[in-house]
C-alpha cells in the first residue's frame, strides 16, 4: 500500500521511521507547512510533500492514510480521508468521545474500508504474549496498578494544556491504562475517580478506580508529575512487573516474594510502531474491516468508560458539541 501522513508532528516521525523500516511505499507527506513538509520528505523517503491535507488526500496514488494531527482534529479528518476512499489508520484516541468514535468505524464499514486506532500497545508482541500467558505466569489476577504520568512544561498552547485541542492527560495518556485494564481485566462493575484540573480546564492529574467481582484496577494519569510508569499485575501465584507498559519490550516475572523469576523480552524489529503498520497491511490486503488485535467495538467501549470519567469530572471539550 501506498501510505500518506496527515500532519508532520512527532509522531510522524515516529511512525515514518517504521514505515521506512519496513520499507513500505512513503508516497506523500501533507503538512500546514510545506518547509517542514520537504523537510519530513527528505528524512523519510516521501515521494511527495504537500501544504495542505487536502491536497494529500486528492492524491489517487495514496492509498491509505495515517492521521497524526491533535485529537480534536482526528474525527473530521477520518471523515475527509474516508470520503476519499482511503483506508485509515489514526492516531489515538481516534475521536474525543464514543459517539464520535461510533460514527467513524460505522462510516469506515458502510464504505468498505479499514479504519484503525493506532493504539500500538496493543499491536504489541509482549502486550499480546502477556494477554494469552498471564493466567500460566501469575494465577488469577488479583490487582492490577497502572500509572502513565510524567511532567511536561505547562504551556496553555500547547496541544497537552489546550482544551481546544482535546488535551488533558485522559485523552492522551489515561487511555493506555483504561485500554490496559480492559484487556487484562475486562469492563469494570464500577469505578471511581479524583481529579485535579490545571488553569486551562484540563485533567492534569487524577486516580482511576476500576472494580471487578474479584479484582481492582488503580490507575494514575498525570501530564503534572513524574509517576512510576508501569503496570503491575498481582495474581495468587506472581507478580508481572511491566515498566513503560504501553510500548515496552520487557516484562519481568517475581515470585510472591518478589523474587525475580524471568524476564520476558521480545525485541522491537524497528521501533515498536513497525507492529500496528503489519497489522493494518495485512487487514487491507485480507480485505477485513476491522483490526484483529484492536477491534471497533473495543475502542468504542474504552470511549464509554473514559466518557463516564469525564462526565463524573464535569470536563467537556467544545469540540466535542454537535456530534
Ligand atoms: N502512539 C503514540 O505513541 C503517540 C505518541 C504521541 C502522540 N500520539 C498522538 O498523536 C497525535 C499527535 O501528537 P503529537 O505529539 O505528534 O503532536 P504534535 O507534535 O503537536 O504534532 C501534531 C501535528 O498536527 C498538525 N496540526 C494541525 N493542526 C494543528 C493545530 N491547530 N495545532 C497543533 N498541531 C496541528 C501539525 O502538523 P503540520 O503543521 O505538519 O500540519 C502538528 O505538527 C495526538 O492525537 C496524540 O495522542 C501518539
Known amino acids: ?16 521511521t517504521a514505515l521506512k523500516g519496513l520499507n513500505l511505499t512513503r508516497e506523500a507527506i501533507g503538512s500546514r507547512d510545506m518547509s517542514r513538509a520537504l523537510a519530513f520528505k527528505k528524512t523519510y523517503g516521501f515521494k511527495k510533500a504537500y501544504d495542505s491535507y487536502d491536497a494529500l488526500l486528492d492524491d489517487e496514488a495514496v492509498d491509505c492514510v495515517y492521521i497524526a494531527t491533535p485529537h480534536s482534529f482526528h474525527f473530521e479528518h477520518v471523515m475527509k480521508a474516508l470520503d476519499k476512499g482511503k483506508h485509515v489508520i489514526c492516531e489515538k484516541p481516534i475521536a474525543l468521545n ?6 467513524l468505524y460505522e462510516y469506515a464499514a458502510s464504505l ?16 499480546i504474549h502477556l494477554k494469552t500467558n498471564i493466567y500460566d505466569y501469575i494465577g488469577n489476577i488479583k490487582t492490577l496498578t497502572v500509572d502513565f504520568s510524567f511532567k511536561g512544561d505547562f504551556d496553555p498552547n500547547n496541544r497537552l494544556y489546550n482544551i481546544h485541542l482535546g488535551g488533558g492527560a485522559l485523552l492522551d495518556v ?9 484487556l487484562f481485566l475486562g469492563k469494570p462493575k464500577s469505578f471511581k475517580t479524583e481529579m485535579t484540573l490545571s488553569k486551562t480546564g484540563v485533567d492534569e492529574t487524577s486516580t482511576i478506580d476500576y472494580f471487578y467481582d474479584n479484582q481492582t484496577a488503580h490507575m494514575t494519569i498525570s501530564i503534572a508529575q513524574d509517576g512510576p510508569r508501569d503496570a503491575i499485575f498481582k495474581g495468587d501465584k506472581g507478580i ?14 517475581y515470585d510472591l516474594d518478589m523474587n525475580l523469576i524471568k524476564e520476558i523480552t521480545f525485541k522491537n524489529k524497528i521501533n515498536g510502531y513497525e507492529y500496528e503498520i503489519e497489522s493494518f497491511e495485512k487487514s487491507v490486503k485480507d480485505r477485513l474491516l476491522d483490526s484483529p488485535f484492536h477491534k471497533a467495538i473495543d475502542a468504542i467501549e474504552v470511549f464509554k468508560q473514559l466518557d463516564q470519567i469525564r462526565a ?6 467544545p469540540e466535542e458539541r454537535g456530534y
Do not use: C, D, Q
Request: proline residues 4%; without cysteine; aromatic residues 18%.
Open 98 to 103: 464514543h459517539v464520535a468514535a461510533t460514527k
Open 312 to 317: 463524573i469530572w464535569g470536563l467537556t471539550y
Open 1 to 16: 500500500m501506498r501510505y500518506g501522513i496527515l500532519g508532520a508532528g512527532n509522531i510522524a516521525h515516529a511512525f515514518s
Open 240 to 253: 508481572i512487573k511491566v515498566p513503560f507498559f504501553w510500548g515496552a519490550e520487557t516484562a519481568y516475572l
Open 112 to 127: 468498505n474500508l479499514l479504519l484503525v486506532e493506532a493504539l500500538w500497545t496493543k499491536f504489541s508482541p509482549l502486550t
Open 174 to 182: 489515561g487511555i493506555y491504562p483504561v485500554t490496559y485494564a480492559n
